[in-house]
């Protein structure tokens, strides 16, 4: 199985700050992968697919990029509404994997 | 509008069974792929099982962790997907949410179904 390694398991920020978060694939899958928001008690959104597409309608401080085993996802300006947890799905190989989440909290 | 509702949920007991229906509209649903994904109570999510579309054969992948006893089935003609869960497990509670996709999957969620295992 891939085993996606995402990194920090949380993280402190203030509004306005850049944040990066970070997934690293046990071994390569082009860019098959997508990027995940969830809320508590929602379900989760797609941000990102294709590794550095912008989901329509998602905001554009969001950024992916990578390819092969590490990936990023940037939020350029942190906004209030982005405070959430954030997860990283390899589609690439079966079993697909999800990275163990990264929690967004205010500083 | 797109749309996925899940159905089904409930409190079980260890050993038995239980079928989610996962509705959709707003789209050609036999031209998707539709997938399960599980969320165990402050957990992280957790990919279950896959079905493709007719087209592409029908089949059907599945996590280590239910192969076995779990089936993901669909009826094009009625646009559900369901996931029948048997010899359920107490690891096996969590929210179950329905996606849709397989190029770039996982695009429209359900808002989820709560199973709960327990005697």
């Known amino acids: 199985d891939i085993q996606m390694t995402q990194s920090p398991a949380s993280l402190s920020a203030s509004v306005g700050d850049r944040v990066t978060i970070t997934c690293r694939a046990s071994q390569g899958i082009r860019n098959d992968l997508g990027w995940y928001q969830q809320k508590p008690g929602k379900a989760p959104k797609r941000l990102i697919y294709?590794?550095?597409k912008l989901q329509s309608g998602v905001p554009s401080r969001f950024s992916g990029s990578g390819s092969g085993t590490e990936f990023t996802l940037t939020i350029s300006s942190l906004q209030p509404e982005d405070f959430a947890t954030y997860y990283c799905l390899q589609h690439n190989t079966y079993p697909w994997t999800f990275g163990q989440g990264t929690k967004v909290e205010i500083k | 509008e797109v749309q996925l509702v899940e159905s089904g949920g409930d409190l079980v007991e260890p050993g038995r069974s239980l079928r989610l229906s996962c509705t959709a509209s707003g789209f050609t649903f036999r031209d998707y792929a539709m997938n399960w994904v599980r969320q165990a109570p402050g957990k992280g999510l957790e990919w279950v099982g896959s079905i493709r579309k007719k087209d592409s054969g029908g089949t059907t992948e599945y996590a280590t962790s239910v192969k076995g006893r779990f089936s993901i089935s669909r009826d094009d003609s009625k646009s559900i997907a369901y996931l029948q869960m048997n010899s359920l497990k107490i690891e096996d509670t969590a929210v179950y949410f329905c996606t849709r996709g397989y190029t770039n999957p996982f695009d429209c969620w359900g808002q989820g179904t709560l199973v709960t295992v327990s005697s």
């Open positions: 294709a590794a550095s």
